[in-house]
């Protein structure tokens, strides 16, 4: 009764793809994390957040926002070119560091 079209040989056929789909989806997951691994240790390495606390023109910046709005307690929106030179400071190293981890 176990013929070519019965229900048993099908399901050998079944679990023959089944495991090959499984070693095929492994070696993926495997390679796309030593990719992961490796891009994490590029970013540990560059250090960003040395690079932001290092950075005088950011650090200027940021104190300029925070004097401004100690100054005008009462008033915060006085000190919206202080804020469009902070981001444009922290604009500049994002795309610095976007240059750096793209090359």
Request: proline fraction near 2%; charge should be positive.
């Amino acid at each position: 009764m176990d013929g070519p079209g019965s229900a048993t040989q099908v399901g050998v056929l079944d679990h023959g793809t089944s495991v090959e789909g499984e070693k095929t989806r492994d070696l993926s997951r495997a390679k796309v994390q030593k990719e992961i691994a490796t891009l994490k240790q590029k970013l540990q390495d560059r250090k960003l957040r040395e690079d932001v606390v290092g950075d005088k023109k950011v650090q200027k910046a940021k104190a300029d926002v925070i004097q401004c709005l100690r100054i005008n307690d009462r008033r915060p929106l006085d000190c919206w070119k202080e804020v469009e030179g902070f981001k444009r400071e922290v604009g500049r190293l994002e795309g610095a560091f976007l240059g750096s981890v793209l090359e």
